[in-house]
């Protein structure tokens, strides 16, 4: 299970319909499934393993069923391009020999209900059922478990309600990540607005994506950008979540748009644009998701 987007609520997806059908499945994800109890487990079936491509160990991987979400360049400093990574992808896949290969982009996404909102998760849903039809279960069967899979952690995951303001947090860290989180957070919106904290993770990533990462999060009400979360790297001279602002305010001119170096000041900020019915994005694969208890008390006041 690797991909560029998805593979995390893909693979758990996955586990959850082999745990519930009694498949007995053992698991490795990269982040906590509160359905599963975590996100590793031991089992006597499949074994559900998540492969990150941003240090290549995905390719390391010899899957009986190998499942490709989709492919693009989110790790400027391990690929030089996106013809690099694409013909990573396409080798490992042709080494499988006779193993199955789901390939996402070829799928049309899943026309079935599910409790995850959003097209991408039909998406991680079409992948989803394709690799578990391959494992021996019938999509009937899927398709009826998968209706009560409710996420992954940080995957627009609901933290809490204050002064009539939802908070959701989001791990998304590349542009079409926070699009598609913009697009599920807008269908739920309804009336309200939707103010968007963002967190940009890796100097690498911001200083090729910046303007990217604008022309995402443009499809906020308002937006409060913070200082980059470094993660691995050390800093690049004159990149800092700054750039961000900058190529947002160039974007679309006039909407509110803060600066906050600090959670505690994006905090602030955010809290001064929110009001009743409205609903706030705590979105990056940092620590943005401490911001959570420190804006439901603001809201609160």
């Not at 319909?17 to 359905?35: D, F, M, N, S, T």
């Not at 995951?157 to 002064?163: D, F, T, V």
Request: glycine share 10%; with cysteine.
């Amino acid at each position: 299970m690797t991909g560029t987007h998805g593979k995390t609520t893909t693979a758990a997806m996955i586990a959850f319909c082999l745990q519930e059908l009694g498949r007995e499945p053992a698991y490795l994800i990269g982040a906590e499934v509160p359905q599963l109890g975590g996100n590793a487990g031991t089992g006597e079936g499949w074994l559900v393993v998540e492969g990150d491509e941003s240090d290549r160990t995905a390719f390391a991987l010899e899957p009986e069923i190998a499942v490709v979400t989709n492919i693009e360049l989110d790790h400027h400093t391990t690929f030089s391009s996106l013809a690099e990574l694409e013909d990573c992808f396409r080798r490992w896949a042709t080494e499988r020999g006779e193993a199955s290969v789901v390939w996402g982009p070829d799928l049309a996404p899943a026309e079935v209900h599910l409790a995850v909102p959003g097209e991408h998760n039909r998406r991680n849903a079409a992948c989803a059922l394709a690799a578990l039809e391959l494992a021996g279960v019938s999509v009937a069967d899927s398709t009826r478990v998968l209706a009560n899979f409710t996420g992954a952690g940080r995957r627009f995951e609901l933290r809490g309600e204050s002064g009539g303001v939802r908070l959701f947090d989001d791990y998304g860290h590349h542009p079409t990540e926070v699009a598609a989180t913009l697009a599920t957070a807008r269908a739920l919106a309804g009336a309200g607005r939707i103010i968007v904290v963002f967190q940009p993770h890796l100097y690498s990533r911001t200083a090729y994506l910046a303007r990217e990462f604008a022309t995402a999060l443009a499809g906020a009400d308002a937006a409060v950008v913070t200082e980059i979360y470094p993660a691995r790297e050390e800093p690049w001279p004159g990149v800092s979540g700054k750039l961000v602002v900058d190529r947002l305010t160039e974007i679309r001119p006039g909407m509110p748009v803060g600066w906050a170096p600090t959670l505690d000041d994006a905090a602030l900020l955010a809290a001064e644009q929110a009001g009743t019915g409205d609903l706030v994005l705590a979105i990056g694969a940092g620590d943005v998701e401490t911001i959570g208890a420190a804006l439901l008390e603001r809201l609160g006041r």
